[in-house]
């Protein structure tokens, strides 16, 4: 906030408009006074003289009368009559003839001038005239004013002569001088007195002001404890007492906005979705946690930035579209490796007035429900490829036998036998299936019950050994201790079934079935090793999903459905256990699974 400036601020203002008030009244007082004061003092001097001339010059009159009769004493009577005359403030006064103009006499000592005719200009002025004449001039020498009066001196309507007069007026004018002067003093006094009210006026404003615009600094630094202190009930102490109030509002306005803010906030921080919001222009102006990790980019490089680029749609869609076309959007971020899909479900922010004010932005993972549709589908095609196959063969061999097959006594029963090998399939199948679907339902429960691992083993491998058909030798590698595993043994032994019977189906003339069990310190690991065919390298990790066979037609001739190795997988996650297959090409192949377990402790009784 910058400074106010001194010529700009209110005390400067102030005292400057009372000493111009001051002035301007003061120079019209003065001068009207002064004025007047001048013309009264110069006309009270001249009364006074004018007073005394008109004695003198009756006396004169008397005397000039007289002259015509005692011609001789003239002169002198004059001189004194002159020299009689007491005024401090004439200078010199003279009698001059009113006939010829010769000085008669003057009150001076310069006696020579008498006798003289007079040369001044005044007296020449008052005998055109025939009357008083006066003027003010500056006496050179001296250099002060001088005031001269030529007044006629008449007798029977006749001037008989004049007399000439000489004051010194000037003092009337120092006079006048000294109330100026002491005008002057006045004034300068009174402008200091005002200027000085002026400030302490001007601050009585400026202070409150000054504290206002200090709070407003502070408010907007967010600091509301301030309060401006009342002074009085007069407008300004009004102002203070509402800014003070708009102080207290603006605070709780602010509060409860910042509130609102904090609520959003941790809304949108502890929401699983992705929140992006952009201005009408479709620059991001927010985006939560979630939809920048969703969108693998930082918070902070994306604000700004249009939408349709961070959802990399940019090639297919406009901003605009979405504003007024697209309700959602399945955005599809998958590789090779990783299915990666989003929702983005869109809606406009609109002002009251329908003015568009920005876009939301509202993104879901949606891999999962994704992957689970892809597979049920998927799935649903598989389970009625399953079950079209043994149809359509059964269709045709009864087909056959019904246009005449079943005469044959050599055809027949084979045809029979196909039907009802095809009929047994579908009913693993179905079993198979149901069986899956129990436990994707979870309504399978375990059974569980304490066994030794070694002798269920072994009962297991001892009904392949006696049953087998082909010439397949069976290696047992198994721990000569006890080993007790809480298992649900129907589950576990269709598990060594589904995964024997693999063994053997794929395992050469003369063969080797190993056995194995490892014991380790919280599980045991169970593997079963046939020198098979083997699993190509990268269908290993797949043999374990649902209908998955590495050669369809060899595993269907050998009555698989493609559902043992999943059937197992559940089985044995159920158990808490792992499974997994380890092959190679032409070698074998191994199939591990392992079982929590926890070794028996030897304690006092043991
Ligand atoms: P199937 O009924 O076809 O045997 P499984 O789920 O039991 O279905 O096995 C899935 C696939 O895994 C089989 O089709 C086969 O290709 C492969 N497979 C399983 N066990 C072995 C094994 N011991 N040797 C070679 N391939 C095997």
New binding site residues.
Partial sequence: MKKVKFFQSIHFKFVLIYILLIIVAMEIIGVYFINKLENQLETNFKKSIYDQVDVLEYSIQNLLTKKQNQADDVTVEVRKVLADFNNSDVSEIRLIDGRSGVIMGTSSNNQEIVGQKTTEDIIKRAIAVNQREDKIYMDKQTGERMWVLASPIKSNGEVIGFIYLVAKIEKVYRQVQAINQIFMTGTVIAMMITALLGIIIARTISRPIADMRKQAMAMARGDFARKVKVKGNDEIGQLAYSFNHMTKKLQEAQASTEGERRKLDSILTHMTDGVIATDRRGRVILINEPAADMLDVSRETVLSQPLISILKIEKEHQFEDLLTEQDSLILDFSTDEEPYILRANFSVIQNEAGFVSGLITVLHDVTEQEKIDMERREFVANVSHELRTPLTTMRSYLEALTDGAWKDGKIAPQFLNVTQNETERMIRLVNDLLKLSKMDSKDERLNKEWVNFIVFFNHVIDRFEVAKQQNVTFKRKLPKTEIFVEIDEDKLTQVLY??I???L???PEGGQITFKVKEFDDKIEVS?S?Q????PKE?VK???E???????A???K???????????KEIVNLHGGNIW?S?KEGK??T?YFTLPYEPAQEDEWS
């Fill in positions: 589904n995964v019977s693999n063994a189906k794929y395992s079963i046939d098979g065919v083997g699993i269908n797949k043999i374990f649902r209908f998955y066979r590495v050669d369809k060899r595993s269907r050998l009555g698989g459905t493609g559902l043992g190795l999943a059937i197992a297959a092959s074998g192949t199939i």
